[in-house]
């Protein structure tokens, strides 16, 4: 079975530090791969999609950058830290089974910036 | 431009009173319509997708149904572990595979024993 893995599950970052939260996907191949936000009461916002190695598609003009190195990796960065970066950071993938074209999600990454 | 309202916001029900939530949406050719379970501080649980208007689909105490502008989430005798946020989004045909869904709000369920 297909299972998504994301790390780390929580983190306290300073102003201006970088940042690197990575998600992993088993069980599948050729996945397309979500970052998505969720901020208290504002609903979950895409920030970046990939449907392929190196390939990144962007949604929000922001701090943050996003990178696909292998075909299950998808790698969320920033190099310099907003408070406005803290929340709560979802990976998810695309999954083709019985479900139709699912979106199923990772455990989430608590960021908070301080 | 897609969009998705939930209401309510919030519900507040005792153990065993049934109830409904809304997610009313705005899309160009449906693709796909999906129900989704979040406990606070976890990533979303999916529950359902409906695919056209006239589909029902149940699981536990939970009846989801599809028109071709809304869909409920039906509640049957909820008990407290029901509690969470519940959400909606919906998908449509893209071209370049991106699939990307727009996401409601959310309702977030609380139910007091």
Redesign the interface.
């Known amino acids: 079975s297909q299972t998504i893995h994301?790390w780390p599950a929580t983190l306290v970052q300073p102003v201006g530090s970088p940042l690197s939260l990575e998600c992993t996907v088993e069980g599948t191949s050729n996945p397309?791969l979500?970052w998505y936000r969720q901020a208290a009461?504002?609903?979950?916002q895409?920030l970046f999609?990939s449907?392929g190695i190196g390939q990144i598609?962007s949604e929000v003009p922001q701090n943050l950058s996003a990178s696909r190195p292998q075909d299950r990796q998808f790698i969320l960065s920033s190099k310099k830290l907003l408070l406005s970066d803290s929340g709560?950071y979802?990976c998810?993938w695309?999954g083709r089974g019985r479900?139709?074209?699912?979106?199923?999600?990772?455990?989430?990454s608590?960021l908070t910036v301080v | 431009e897609d969009q998705v309202t939930q209401s309510p916001e919030a519900l507040r029900l005792q153990e065993g009173e049934s109830s409904s939530l809304n997610c009313s949406y705005t899309v160009s050719g449906l693709r796909g319509l999906f129900w989704y379970r979040q406990d606070p501080g976890k990533g979303p649980e999916f529950l359902f997708t409906l695919y056209s208007a006239g589909e029902e689909k149940e699981k536990e105490r939970l009846k989801a149904t599809l028109t071709k502008k809304e869909s409920f989430l039906h509640i049957t005798a909820p008990k407290p572990e029901d509690s969470a946020t519940y959400l909606c989004a919906v998908q449509r045909g893209r071209t370049g595979g991106s699939y990307i869904p727009t996401f409601g709000r959310g309702t977030s369920l609380i139910v007091h024993p």
């Open positions: 994301q397309n979500y009461g504002r609903g979950l895409l999609y449907v598609s709560f979802l998810a695309i479900s139709g074209n699912t979106i199923y999600f990772g455990e989430g608590w």
